[in-house]
């Protein structure tokens, strides 16, 4: 298969002429996965990247790119007054589309499955620029779950003229849906190459609380568990389960403590704190920037969470992550014992997590082959696919295959390299 049925072929470029290659970026999670990939980029300095905070939650893109030393380099403005899903895409697609024409990047790279990675693909698609999907390849199989990110990237997986996949499995599901051949490649994914980056780095906390929780952790005094739900189908009474089971787990160990960075969402919010609000040694803060994130997961002794991005990153912490989902796209941590889904039913909730609590071994050998997800070179070899599509190397990236030993930063901070 090639490259693209729209696409003709790489572009002639001119001599000296550096080929610009846009990344959007609409949500914290796109943001962190791009940094890396910019980084590479300029790093390999055969293509410019140009970071495009497109709007969608802005201060979250510049404050996750600020984690890396980036500053977006453009930045769109919306005039969002409903929130609802049509005012907002229809929003991105303008904008965006306007953006395009006027630059007339040689490629736009997309991230995942938001609302922005489907209006930058279309808007793209419109004006015959070639499409590049980075973490392509997930599947639900469950189109009201996640909602309406299984949609966002089913659809983006037809407009795409090359596939990036971060896993074999990731790539399997792209074959199912007779997606295959030269413009598939399995690379990791970048999320890996940005947790050892981000961690390394030991940003100071802006929460004074967290840095006294850190503490109490590095000397015995605590154990830690972070708690994120931010999912649109958990708010409601999936949300208050799991509220009160953090509660339980609590009450049910004495040394146990929880941070849960809470949704903006103001109805999100008041539910957190009307259900944890008055429990002790529950610290419930603002969405943290993603270095602070990054840094606090490196501490915990479990992770309990809906978020797709913190299943991928734990294992490299050498953390266990409890699902908070019925079903996840990434069952390749399921698989390798990484995380286990746990959906969000009170009673079983409480009793796997002071199970894991109880049991360091089984903690242990869940994270002991390492991060299935990467070895923290996907970047690089999404700067190679870039050029091998813009023609500007001939041989495609080698791709990734997970092995035990993998970079794994662990609880200490160091990281080691079997």
Not at 33 to 59: D, T
């Amino acid at each position: 298969m090639g490259l693209s049925a729209l696409v003709p072929g790489p572009r002639q470029f001119d001599r000296g002429e550096v080929p610009e290659v846009f990344l959007v970026a609409g949500t914290r999670p796109e943001a962190v996965k791009m940094a890396p990939v910019a980084a590479a980029m300029f790093a390999g300095g055969r293509i410019r990247p140009v970071l495009v905070n497109s709007g969608q939650h802005p201060e979250m893109v510049d404050q996750a790119l600020e984690s890396f030393g980036f500053e977006a380099d453009v930045r769109l403005k919306l005039n969002r007054v409903t929130g609802g899903q049509a005012e907002l895409t229809s929003q991105l697609i303008e904008e965006l589309d306007r953006l395009f024409a006027e630059r007339s990047p040689s490629a736009v790279l997309v991230q995942g499955d938001t609302t922005t990675t489907l209006a930058g693909a279309l808007a793209a698609f419109w004006q015959q620029i070639p499409v590049v999907h980075l973490e392509a390849g997930l599947r639900s199989y469950d189109l009201t779950s996640p909602f309406p990110e299984e949609g966002n990237r089913k659809m983006v997986g037809q407009l795409a003229s090359l596939h990036l996949a971060p896993t074999a499995d990731s790539a399997a599901h792209l074959a199912a849906e007779s997606l295959q051949g030269n413009n598939v490649l399995t690379i990791g994914n970048t999320v890996v190459d940005a947790v050892l980056d981000v961690a390394a780095r030991r940003a100071p906390y802006g929460d004074p609380r967290l840095q006294e929780i850190e503490n109490r952790v590095q000397g015995g005094q605590s154990r830690l568990v972070l708690v994120t739900t931010h999912r649109r189908e958990s708010w409601g009474e999936p949300l208050d389960r799991v509220l009160h089971a953090v509660a339980d787990v609590v009450e049910a160990r004495s040394d146990v403590e929880v941070v849960l960075p809470a949704h903006p969402n103001p109805a999100v919010r008041r539910q957190v704190l009307d259900v944890l609000g008055g429990v002790g040694r529950v610290t419930i803060t603002d969405p943290l920037p993603y270095a602070q994130l990054a840094r606090l997961l490196a501490q915990c002794t479990l992770v309990l969470s809906d978020s797709g991005g913190i299943q991928e990153e734990a294992p490299s912490f050498g953390v266990p992550a409890l699902v908070l989902r019925d079903v996840t796209e990434r069952m390749e941590a399921v698989n390798a014992g990484c995380a286990v889904l746990v959906g969000t039913d009170r009673e079983r909730i409480t009793s796997l997590t002071v199970r894991l609590l109880d049991n360091p071994s089984a903690r242990e050998a869940m994270t002991a082959d390492g991060n299935p997800f990467g070895d923290g070179l996907a970047s690089v070899r999404t700067e190679q696919a870039l050029a091998w599509l813009l023609g500007l190397q001939q041989q495609r990236p080698v791709e990734f295959a997970p092995y035990a030993g993998s970079a794994t930063l662990r609880l200490s901070g160091e990281v080691d390299v079997a």
